[in-house]
DNA sequence: GAAAGCCGTGGTAACGTTCCCACGAAATCA
DNA sequence: TGATTTCGTGGGAACGTTACCACGGCTTTC
């Protein structure tokens, strides 16, 4: 038998005070005289009351509850947005609902109803409709996070800055002496490839070589996807070295295996650099070299733009999160041994 | 401005009916006029309504929310189960509330804290706390998961079935030649380690080996820990294969790289077998052949064990679920070339 | 044919909290 | 001193739903 849970009611006439007075005393609000406050509180000690977050919710519109809509938790940058966003959740007192959408409308769809009927305050959704119907009918406040919240662009969002990564990523291999590096990239269809071809191309302008001379294959944002795309890499290239800038960080692993069948070696003869920082690229052989995308901290400012959302403050647009290096061994340092001699400069 | 969002006397007057039929007709009870349903739910579709989940809560005592605690989302094996928690739980209609511990008693405690207020209809726990005190007072249905739920022998439990999975790395150690292994064990304060020892131990005497004569270091269950084992086994080892039983992957990773360090290769100088199923394993050269644990599946269980501990049911006692081999590059097939030719074999 | 049972319906209370308003006492102002 | 404001307090309504009870009409039973 399990024992009725104490009420605020049971703290006020264990103080000997109304409920209204024991309410304000509990939550917070200034006009109660310090004894009283004191009392109300030391009887709630006693009779061991915890407050009822769905009563509060009823009465006052505001659950402490927030949603996380994401493709997988399984995928371990999304985990790493999860945390951030939990732990920014809790520091303010409220807790997390996770939701994984698997890309599929449906489930997401769904999900969102979930989270309007738990009357969560605001949710953070990685959209993967790719029109603004669903996410315009959600009706709370939200933040968009992922690259994919670049189609819609008056939404507040935050998302890695893939411009400053491919930077990074693009100044680091010309420091290792490859200005001029080969291309693994996503599918077609995503708004994260073109975002990373535009900087890619403006890079190239910037050092005066044309981007059409580099070599270019595309592949699915997997292991599979990268090793595919690597053995037509190494189809096309025959002599010298050779060094590869990898879209994802599964497709830079999957392309190092490739490497490995195809008898050669990295970083002596292929040099891979890859984007994302998964936790896998620290274990491999060699150490995958990469861009790493702040996982946890977007978990965390997206918390913080959702309650600027909901508290109506102005909203912050996109917020772009910087990229930083995270330097291993899968890049060949060919700046000082031979100087300016990759696989494709002075080609065309 | 936000409009007023419609209930269900907002549908009840729509459709012409009380509130009390509107509502046995959105909640699916029997007693209701087919044609008064219909009527219902076309009104509820014209006007948009959603059912408020608090107010279901704070009447019937169910809110459909499900909470979880474990260490740290960001472990691989954590989302596993938090991504199977999840599936099952939506499956039901239900919602998961996800928290993570960091293996931090008051952490723990809080969140439990937050679980209750927010009044959940149970939860999933993986427990930090080595005392029950904590798990005693949580006052709601709860099941836990993981091997440190063998300290509560009297709850209801889902684990991976360790001795079991022993057994099957054991099994193909011998069937590729090596009948009696080094082991990488974790930190002696672990639950998790005695239950790996003590079946470890049934198989030596079934096969007539001391294990006393095998050698054995500890470690913290990372990288670094696996790092420094195997340095320490490389020191005693002078001649012959070595085979490693690691008790984790991560250690079996690190392990791995001891190896190349030493000028060594794996598999063809050391064989390692991993314990775990982490997805970083595929990537490593050569690829970690290891023991999965069935994360996912655990997580699935747990949510029907809960809802058979919600609903009062006879309690399961401990779950132990099957773990699988998962065999990838890094055991050297010895059973052919040099018959029961391993380090240790036939030296006591 | 009367009593008893079943079925669909509607009205009302209850869940636990916060919000709003009114009240009295003390403090401040004219 | 009398009028006005301030402050702490208490009472009651409200949030949206389900549980409970009572009612009338119908069928079944003896």
Redesign the interface.
């Known amino acids: 038998m399990?024992r009725r849970?104490p009420t605020i009611i049971d703290v006020a006439q264990k103080a000997g005070v109304s409920k209204s007075t024991a309410g304000r005393a509990l939550s917070g609000a200034s006009n109660v005289t310090d004894e009283a406050r004191e009392r109300v509180l030391e009887a709630a000690r006693a009779v061991g009351y915890?407050?009822?977050?769905?009563?509060v919710?009823?009465r006052s519109g505001r659950?402490?509850?927030l949603g996380l809509v994401i493709p997988?938790?399984?995928n371990?940058f999304w985990?790493?947005v999860?945390?951030g966003a939990?732990?920014r959740a809790?520091e303010n007192g409220m807790?997390?609902?996770?939701?994984?959408s698997d890309w599929d409308h449906g489930r997401e769809a769904?999900?969102l109803?979930?989270l309007?009927?738990?009357?969560v305050d605001g949710a953070i959704i990685n959209p993967v409709a790719d029109n603004f119907d669903d996410l315009d009918r959600f009706?709370l406040p939200f933040v968009l996070i992922g690259s994919s919240a670049e189609r819609f662009p008056a939404t507040s969002s935050v998302g890695s800055d893939i411009a400053q990564a491919v930077r990074i990523g693009m100044d680091h291999l010309v420091s290792k002496g490859h200005p001029a590096p080969a291309l693994i990239l996503g599918p077609k269809s995503r708004i994260a490839r073109a975002r990373f071809l535009r900087t890619f191309h403006e890079h190239c302008v910037e050092r005066d070589i044309d981007p059409a001379a580099l070599p270019m294959e595309d592949g699915e944002y997997t292991?599979e996807g990268g090793h595919a795309a690597m053995k037509r890499l190494l189809e096309r290239q025959r002599a010298g070295h050779l060094a590869v800038f990898a879209a994802n960080d599964l497709m830079a692993?999957g392309a190092?295996?490739a490497v490995?069948e195809a008898g050669l070696r990295c970083p002596e003869d292929v040099s891979i650099l890859g984007f994302d920082g998964v936790?896998?690229?620290?274990?491999?052989?060699p150490g995958l070299t990469t861009v790493a995308k702040p996982g946890r901290e977007i978990g965390m400012r997206a918390v913080d733009c959702l309650f600027d959302e909901i508290a109506g403050r102005p909203e912050h647009g996109r917020v772009f999160m910087p990229c930083r290096l995270i330097e291993r061994g899968s890049l060949a340092d060919l700046s000082l041994s031979q100087p300016m001699r990759t696989a494709w400069a002075g080609r065309g």
Chains 1, 2 share one sequence.
């Open positions: 399990r849970r915890e407050r009822n977050d769905l009563a919710g009823m659950t402490g509850l997988d938790i399984t371990p985990a790493e999860a945390r939990q732990d809790a807790s997390l609902l996770v939701f994984s769904s999900h109803r979930a309007r009927q738990a009357r009706g292991v692993l190092m295996v490995r936790p896998a690229g620290a274990f491999s052989w």
